[in-house]
């Protein structure tokens, strides 16, 4: 849906980690020179010479060396230094471009919905829930741009992980294979966790939804219940969805600090055998070791940010399915705009032989009636008799089963429908607060 603001943010974070693989590839040669020093015994002298000198290693060298520099602990901090800023710099670059689509994912989806809604018929209404309505716009637009959010941290943080995999590799690829393989397995070991989020994440948006929709009924109908005496009754309908919510969200809480704490415990033991085996096993330079160590511990970092924000995907993208299904029945119940001739009322509005019923409830039958221009006209009769009804086929909210309704004997179906309701002036028997000045 954005697509020039992601390409923008995924080539400021993929150059961002280049940036700080480069830094990380310079770091062992320079490291292996600066810890080169005369009194070395010759087997350490010539594995940090043979580090120091092979495939990339060789090639940093060679150009810090081209400039006229030597390796020391001065340029080893200002190339760490210098990658950081630059990396730095990209990173808010990303940041900023997620920043504004996640507003964009938001504002979007909220104008999508209002206008489907609008667009859609007055048969559609009677049979939503305002309340789900307004959760839709309000919690479940913030809880599906977060899930874009999360998603574009997920992209980042892979990036990075894969960078560090390609660095590891150049330095030793065992420790590069053995560390990929092993946040994988981690990776699939504690995937049950994820999955357990995405089911919190269903319920907390059902639940959300219901208890919404409740209160806002409950609210429309706060003064009778006042006048009774019966507020109480509020609590008892709103109490299951309420507790729902509570258990949704508990799992969801449960569920992240155990894959945290599960990521923390495993990638230590990971970090403990590899350092164990380089140093003792294989007998490697203690600068070899030092950076792979660094490599090690990025790489199973990364994979661990990378699985807690899919389950934080996990957790918000229900929200942003909801959405989705309320836009989309919106859009298949849209209103026909009837046709393109222009409404006038000179002479008389008809109604010939209407009949309308809701569902199997029968409101009018045969009903003929006409209204002459000028007049003023009331329709009286009990309660459920169709006097609204009858009103709501005139303005076109509603169309008739059966029947024809003629404006200056023109079939109101052949009328500009928008037009038509702009020559009407509508006091419902409702009452409708608004909370400010007029």
């Known amino acids: 849906a954005y697509p020039l603001q992601s390409a923008i943010m995924l080539a400021a974070l993929l150059v961002a980690a280049v940036v700080e693989g480069l830094s990380l590839?310079?770091?062992?040669?320079?490291?292996?020179?600066?810890?080169?020093k005369p009194g070395d015994s010759g087997d350490d002298a010539a594995a940090l010479e043979a580090d120091s000198e092979s495939g990339v290693g060789d090639t940093v060298l060679r150009t810090i060396e081209a400039v006229g520099l030597s390796p020391s602990v001065e340029l080893l901090l200002l190339v760490i230094v210098v990658g950081s800023i630059f990396k730095g710099g990209l990173i808010l670059l990303a940041k900023k471009k997620v920043g504004y689509i996640v507003a964009h994912v938001a504002t979007d989806l909220r104008l999508s919905m209002l206008r489907a809604i609008l667009a859609s018929r007055w048969e559609y209404f009677l049979h939503?829930?305002?309340?789900?309505?307004?959760?839709?716009?309000?919690?479940?637009?913030?809880?599906?741009?977060n899930a874009y959010l999360y998603g574009a941290t997920l992209i980042s943080?892979?990036?990075q992980a894969l960078v560090y995999v390609i660095i590891a590799t150049l330095v030793m690829w065992q420790?590069?294979?053995?560390?990929?393989?092993?946040?994988?397995?981690?990776?699939?070991?504690?995937?049950?966790?994820?999955?357990?989020?995405?089911?919190?994440?269903?319920?907390?948006?059902?639940?959300?939804?219901?208890?919404?929709?409740?209160?806002?009924?409950?609210?429309?109908?706060?003064?009778?219940?006042?006048?009774?005496?019966r507020e109480s009754l509020v609590d008892t309908v709103l109490v299951s969805e309420t507790k729902n919510i509570n258990r949704a969200?508990?799992?969801?809480?449960?569920?992240?600090?155990?894959?945290?704490?599960?990521?923390?415990?495993?990638?230590?033991?990971?970090l403990v055998v590899g350092i164990y085996v380089t140093l003792v096993k294989w007998e490697l330079p203690i600068a070899t070791v030092m950076v792979l160590g660094f490599l090690l511990s990025r790489i199973l970092k990364r994979t661990g940010q990378v699985q807690r924000s899919y389950q934080k995907v996990a957790v918000s993208e229900s929200a942003y399915w909801s959405i989705q299904k309320t836009i989309s029945k919106a859009e298949q119940a849209r209103e026909d705009t009837g046709g393109e001739r222009p409404p006038t009322f000179e002479r008389s509005i008809e109604l010939q032989d209407v009949s309308f019923s809701y569902k199997d409830k029968q409101i009018l039958e045969g009903i003929n009636i006409s209204?002459?221009?000028?007049?003023?006209?009331?329709?009286?009769?009990?309660?459920?008799?169709g006097k609204t009804t009858t009103l709501d086929l005139i303005i076109g909210l509603l169309q008739p089963d059966s029947g024809t309704l003629l404006i200056d004997g023109i079939p109101l179906s052949e009328l500009d429908m928008h037009?038509?309701?702009?020559?009407?002036g509508y006091v419902p028997q409702e009452t409708v607060l608004l909370h400010d000045s007029v």
């Not at 939503?128 to 741009?145: C, F």
């Not at 070991?189 to 009924?217: C, E, F, H, P």
């Open 157 to 159: 943080q892979l990036i």
């Open 419 to 424: 037009r038509w309701r702009r020559t009407i």
């Open 249 to 270: 969200l508990r799992r969801e809480v449960v569920s992240s600090e155990l894959l945290s704490a599960a990521q923390e415990i495993l990638f230590a033991l990971v």
């Open 175 to 229: 420790a590069a294979l053995f560390s990929f393989l092993m946040g994988l397995l981690i990776y699939l070991a504690l995937g049950r966790l994820v999955n357990m989020s995405r089911k919190a994440g269903r319920r907390q948006t059902l639940y959300t939804k219901l208890m919404i929709a409740r209160l806002t009924d409950t609210l429309l109908s706060v003064k009778p219940l006042k006048s009774m005496g």
């Open 25 to 36: 590839t310079a770091l062992l040669p320079l490291l292996n020179r600066v810890l080169a």
């Open 128 to 145: 939503q829930p305002l309340g789900q309505l307004t959760n839709s716009m309000s919690i479940e637009a913030v809880r599906a741009a």
């Open 371 to 385: 209204i002459p221009a000028g007049s003023f006209t009331a329709i009286i009769g009990p309660s459920g008799s």
